[in-house]
């Protein structure tokens, strides 16, 4: 029985993990399209950690308004986060 609580543990910390992603990318695209204050700590922090987790989809897409490959190419990132780290921790809760 240990190891069974172990996955569903494992499982928790995954979609939690998923989920912290996926909200930081969709902070960051409210401040952006709300025009947050850049100058802002709190604002440079969620800029900064948005651009390093989606480092490799932020500039994805070339549309000519920038408010779009802004939701778009953060927009991605923060499904795959989510799709990702929920199927892995669903393989986990089923696993026997």
Request: proline residues 1%; contains cysteine.
């Amino acid at each position: 029985m240990s190891t069974r609580r172990t996955y569903l543990s494992a499982a928790r910390i995954i979609a939690l993990v998923a989920d912290l992603f996926a909200f930081v990318l969709g902070l960051w695209i409210l401040m952006y399209l709300l025009e947050a204050n850049r100058a802002n700590d709190l604002v440079n922090f969620v800029q900064h950690a948005a651009q390093w987790l989606a480092g490799w989809s932020h500039d994805l897409f070339t549309f000519d308004a920038e408010w779009a490959r802004v939701v778009c190419g953060y927009g991605l990132a923060a499904v795959v986060y989510l799709f990702l780290g929920h199927l892995v921790a669903g393989r986990l809760v089923r696993r026997p």
